[in-house]
Every structure is written in structure tokens, then in C-alpha cells.
């Protein structure tokens, strides 16, 4: 995904360069700063902390173990496992509607 977005601002910049205005390179100037510094940082950090995940290799807390039994012919145990998913909770309905006169 972030190299769609940066493909994205960089043709966004490119066109910003051609209008012609004034205002317009200066545009040009900001996307291509967050093209090649902002994302820059975002890919670092999301890369870095997929490597520390990846090194940790502990099962998740919150994941239970399954015990079924899985054929052969299966790649995942997740795939054909019938444990019973965790449970969820619901989600708190909204706010009532403040009810006023209508104009």
C-alpha cells in the first residue's frame, strides 16, 4: 500500500510541476517530501516492528491451542480446526438522538 501512495503523490507532484501557477511548485515540492521522507519513515517503522514480532516467536496470548487433528492433505491446522473461536463482545450501541423542535 505505501508504494501505491507513493506512486500516487509523485504523479501528484509531476502534475502540480506542469500547471504552471505560481502556488503550484511549491505543492509539488511538499508531496514529494512526504513521498520520499515521511513515507520513508512510515516503511522503516512498520518494517521494524514486523522484525521484532517475527523474532519473537511466541504464540499469542490470547490465541488458544488447537487439538484436532489435522489430515495430511492440510497446510493449516487453522484451516479444518472446530475449536470454538474466542469469545466477542458486543459493541455499545450509540448515544440516543437528542430529540429538539425541527425548523
Keep these: 500500500m505505501l508504494t501505491a501512495i507513493e506512486e500516487v503523490l509523485t504523479a501528484t507532484a509531476d502534475f502540480y510541476d506542469g500547471l504552471g501557477e505560481p502556488s503550484d511548485p511549491p505543492i509539488a515540492r511538499r508531496l514529494r517530501y512526504l513521498a520520499d521522507e515521511v513515507l520513508r519513515t512510515i516503511h522503516t517503522d512498520l518494517s521494524d516492528t514486523r522484525n521484532q ?9 490470547g490465541r488458544s491451542t488447537c487439538t484436532q487433528k489435522v489430515p495430511a492433505n492440510e497446510r493449516e491446522r487453522s484451516a479444518v480446526c472446530a475449536c470454538p473461536p474466542p469469545p466477542r463482545t458486543l459493541p455499545t450501541p450509540p448515544p440516543p438522538v437528542a430529540v429538539g423542535l425541527r425548523r
Design 53 to 61: 514480532l517475527a523474532d519473537r516467536h511466541a504464540p499469542h496470548p
